[in-house]
């Protein structure tokens, strides 16, 4: 179930967008986390963090990360619930330490049975993991995506994605973070897909 929304936001022309760099498959440590802020249709900011692979400490990057940007922001974009791997965000805590609505995107419904199966048989701490993606709620359709959202109105959603969505069905505050994640560790961002 969605998190209540407290009030009612105005449109929402700023925005940050998080997403993780590539890492290898048998990597265990640390994974960088790049954000892009947005004003409407410019890039005015990037930050960087960094959360374990698999671990725990997803929701308090990403608050530290926001908080020290706050000052004109009004929606937090994240691809997937989790980064790293299975470091899954705490949706309604990072609402609530940063006072923004939380958008979560997805091009495809994620198929749960197998991240449920993933997270109880192969992730340590995936139950408490597993609660948190429950506690999300279901991801629900909108724009041509699916969506998680805490804080904000499936409407506003709608209208925040129409407002972010320039070059695709992408966000750009996202699509920036993930060509900036992949050209930091790769080297470059050519032929990545957004």
């Not at 923004?100 to 991240?115: G, N, Q």
């Amino acid at each position: 179930m969605p998190v209540p929304v407290p009030r009612a936001y105005p449109r929402l022309s700023h925005a940050i967008g998080f997403d993780d760099a590539p890492f290898a498959r048998e990597w265990r440590g640390d994974v960088r986390i790049f954000g892009a802020v947005y004003a409407g249709p410019t890039l005015h900011a990037v930050v960087s963090g960094r959360v374990r692979r698999d671990g725990r400490n997803a929701t308090d990057e990403l608050s530290r990360l926001v908080t020290a940007q706050a000052e004109h922001l009004q929606l937090v974009f994240l691809q997937g619930i989790a980064l790293a791997g299975f470091n899954v965000v705490d949706l309604g805590a990072l609402h609530a330490r940063t006072g923004l609505p939380v958008l979560v995107v997805a091009r495809r419904k994620p198929r749960l049975d197998r991240i449920r199966r993933a997270l109880l048989e192969e992730v340590p701490g995936g139950a408490r993991k597993w609660r948190l993606i429950e506690q999300a709620g279901e991801m629900e359709p909108c724009a041509g995506l699916y969506v998680q959202r805490a804080g904000l109105l499936l409407a506003e959603a709608e209208a925040a994605l129409g407002t972010f969505c320039l070059t695709g069905r992408i966000p750009e505050p996202l699509r920036t973070a993930h060509l900036i994640a992949g050209g930091v560790t790769r080297g470059s961002s050519a032929g990545q897909r957004v």
